[in-house]
């Protein structure tokens, strides 16, 4: 479902060049579920950055879905990624001048889905939030916030969730409640999960973890 091949990246700061993966190689099933941990800084975000095309390597190949990242232009990138990758931030990354429902049917509408009202509406309800479709994020607390996050992430059915921290900013409880309904919609849904955590809680609902040391993925 997804493979990473061979992939090379890294940065220039001031006169000198930081790697983050030199020879990196991995896979990923169709609706498995994932868990990467490390160090601060050890490269998990700009991992999930490159998955999403957001950033590109130096060197190496990234095939989602049988697609070749290689083969595709930046427009065609932003256009692919908008269809088949969803994301569920630890910061929400909601938009604040649109309410619950408005920013759920977001994807849903860059990717022309029929009835996005009535979708955005239904995923809203099965995270509990049927209430607060009218609410802006700044009227709503943490975990509603998350929640309209997982909703907005699963509107367009997309092939897999990118998921960096996502209980990080939310107290234990809420953090679990959360991570309850992240993993319940995806088991639903049969997507696949790329998960970011430092939680080793998370980290253990997840199907295989790895750990990632030195620009490598260890499985744990």
Avoid at 33 to 50: D, E, F, N, P, Q
Wanted: charged share 25%.
């Amino acid at each position: 479902m997804l493979e990473i091949k061979s992939l090379k990246k890294s940065y220039t700061q001031g006169n000198q060049e930081v790697k983050i993966f030199e020879d990196l190689n991995f896979q990923v099933k169709e609706a498995q579920r994932v868990a990467i941990m490390g160090k601060s800084g050890s490269g998990k975000s700009t991992l999930l950055s490159l998955i999403s095309g957001i950033i590109k390597p130096n060197s190496g190949d990234i095939i989602l879905n049988n697609t070749s990242y290689k083969t595709m232009n930046e427009s065609e990138i932003n256009d692919f990624r908008a269809s088949n990758i969803g994301f569920v931030f630890q910061n929400f990354h909601l938009v604040s001048y649109l309410n619950a429902l408005e920013n759920v049917m977001l994807p849903a509408k860059v990717n022309n889905i029929e009835n996005a009202k009535e979708k955005a509406i239904e995923l809203l309800k099965s995270v509990g939030l049927s209430h607060r479709l009218d609410h802006l994020p700044s009227q709503l607390s943490g975990g509603e916030r998350q929640r309209v996050a997982i909703a907005r992430a699963l509107i367009h059915n997309p092939k897999v969730i990118l998921a960096d921290e996502p209980s990080g900013n939310l107290d234990e409880e809420t953090g679990i409640a959360v991570m309850d309904k992240l993993f319940e919609l995806i088991k639903a849904n049969n997507t696949t999960l790329i998960l970011v955590t430092h939680s080793k809680e998370v980290a253990a609902r997840c199907e295989d973890t790895y750990e990632l040391v030195s620009g490598n993925l260890k499985k744990c």
